[in-house]
Nanobody, 117 residues
Framework: QVQLVESGGGLVQPGGSLRLSCAAS??????????VGWYRQAPGKQRTFVAI???????NYDDSVKGRFTMSRDNSARTADLQMNNLEPEDTGTYYC?????????WGQGTTVTVSS
């Protein structure tokens, strides 16, 4: 059973930064063959795509976070991080990481980010 645990959320002022981390309970040999992505869900809204990092280290971002968010991964630690800079109130929400394995998509429990002055 794959488990994903997100951490790093919190309260930050507009313009501030946070670093979220997603830790996966799977062997490194499996983790390094999987892309890892992040979605977020603002209060009262649907979950939407934020970013994904591929196995080769390349990453893709939603237009709303391009230039502000950066993903990285550490295969030996089985973690994938989301560095969020210049945060805006619109970035507020619960952030979920996911990994696809076979036909299943595994999600973490989420970590909450609140951007407010």
């Amino acid at each position: 059973q794959v488990q994903l645990v997100e951490s790093g959320g919190g309260l930050v002022q507009p313009g501030g930064s946070l670093r979220l981390s997603c830790a996966a309970s799977m062997p490194e040999r499996t983790f390094k063959t999987r892309a890892v992505g992040w979605y977020r869900q603002a209060p009262g809204k649907q979950r939407t795509f934020v970013a994904i990092i591929l196995t080769n280290g390349n990453s893709n971002y939603d237009d709303s976070v391009k230039g502000r968010f950066t993903m990285s991964r550490d295969n030996s630690a089985r973690t994938a991080d989301l560095q969020m800079n210049n945060l805006e109130p619109e970035d507020t929400g619960t952030y979920y990481c996911y990994i696809d394995l076979g036909t299943n998509r595994y999600w973490g429990q989420g970590t909450t980010v609140t951007v407010s002055s």
